[in-house]
Nanobody, 123 residues
């Protein structure tokens, strides 16, 4: 069993930055792909970013490429999402997820999820 807990969300003006954290507890953290997804009201959950178990391979949605950075600290069992140049369309609840089977960008493939943290970007 793995428990994931996100933090770091909040309200920020457009152009600002936030750093989200996802702390993991339970089974070995370092061996699994970790990802961030987001869900805006009335929309489906969408992929944001993913990191391989080593952190050596990362992938991003086109909408956040160049603005967001995912990183892992296996010693701290924590994955981060640094979000810069935020836009109002980035407003959503952000979730971290782990233990994927299949494609890293498909929500249904992930076994464990955090409770989410709200990010709101004002124009």
């Amino acid at each position: 069993q793995v428990q994931l807990a996100e933090s770091g969300g909040g309200l920020v003006q457009a152009g600002g930055s936030l750093r989200l954290s996802c702390a993991a507890a339970g089974r070995t953290f370092a061996s699994y792909t970790m990802a961030w997804f987001r869900q805006a009201p009335g929309k489906e959950r969408e992929f944001v970013a993913a990191s391989s178990w080593s952190g050596g391979s990362t992938n991003y949605a086109d909408s956040v490429k160049g603005r967001f950075t995912i990183s892992k600290d296996n010693a701290k069992n924590t994955v981060y999402l640094q979000m810069n140049s935020l836009k109002p369309e980035d407003t959503a609840v952000y979730y971290c997820a782990s233990h994927v089977r299949g494609s890293y960008d498909t929500p249904s493939g992930y076994k464990y999820w955090g409770q989410g943290t709200q990010v709101a970007v004002s124009s």
